[in-house]
């Protein structure tokens, strides 16, 4: 229950007013009437795979699914409805949209567990890669994540695997040309046994990050590239 209520909150966080100057949108659905926000919010997510935004009225409960924006034009938002605005996650492949902040995401949850280059080809698989973090936001995010959904130790998308003590992100950028330095735990990362080349972040640590033996069993979440 917790954790329905837990992803309840962020969908419903994913859909944030919008300016509604800078945008706009063709419906891709008729109205329809729903209970609240994040009914609609579900709407958008579950039934239209290229949903990018709503408009939903409180009034009247009236609940669009649209498509297609382009900054900077007129809009064709009814006044008296809210704008709300997201990108797209295709929700193939159980995907949903995340987001805390500033920083949205469409990411896959595990349910098992795994090791890192299995993990990382479950992502490759659906065309995402193991989530990186190189923001204070998706740190946050994956705090938040790790406390409530995975609730285990879960690898991250950060490895030393080609040359020892060389940290690549997933998407192949190198750890010290990003602005977010590797929020490392006290004494990490310390290759123990000369052999930790993947990295974690841990359920008791969920700050910081470890590396750790790439064999290891544990749970991993997939990012996939927000569409707008
Ligand atoms: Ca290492
Ligand atoms: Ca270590």
């Not at 890669?129 to 995975?150: A, G, Y």
């Amino acid at each position: 229950m917790l954790f329905l209520l837990f992803i309840a909150e962020l969908q419903l966080r994913t859909f944030r007013p919008a300016n509604s100057s800078y945008y706009t949108a063709r419906a891709i659905g008729m109205p329809q009437q729903v209970a609240s926000l994040l009914d609609c919010a579900r709407v958008c997510n579950n039934e239209y795979s290229d949903c990018f935004s709503i408009t939903f009225s409180i009034k009247s409960g009236a609940c669009t699914p649209l498509i297609a924006y382009h900054p900077k034009s007129s809009p064709v938002t009814p006044s008296e409805d809210v704008f709300y605005h997201t990108g797209r996650c295709n929700t193939t492949g159980g995907f949903q949209l995340y987001m805390i902040e500033s920083v949205i995401q469409c990411l896959y949850i595990s349910t098992d567990v795994t090791n890192f280059t299995s993990a990382r080809a479950v992502c490759q698989a659906k065309d995402s890669r193991l989530f990186q973090i190189k923001s204070r936001d998706k740190l946050n995010l994956m705090r938040q994540l790790v406390e409530s959904v995975t609730r285990m130790s879960t690898w991250i998308g950060l490895s030393d695997l080609l040359r020892e003590g060389r940290y690549v992100w997933e998407d192949g950028e190198p750890a010290e040309k990003v602005s977010f330095p590797i929020p490392w735990n006290v004494g990490q990362p310390d290759n123990l046994w000369n052999n930790e080349d993947c990295v974690e972040i841990g359920y008791t640590t969920k700050q910081f990050v470890n590396d750790i033996n790439c064999s290891m069993l544990l749970k991993f979440i997939c990012e996939k590239d927000i569409l707008s």
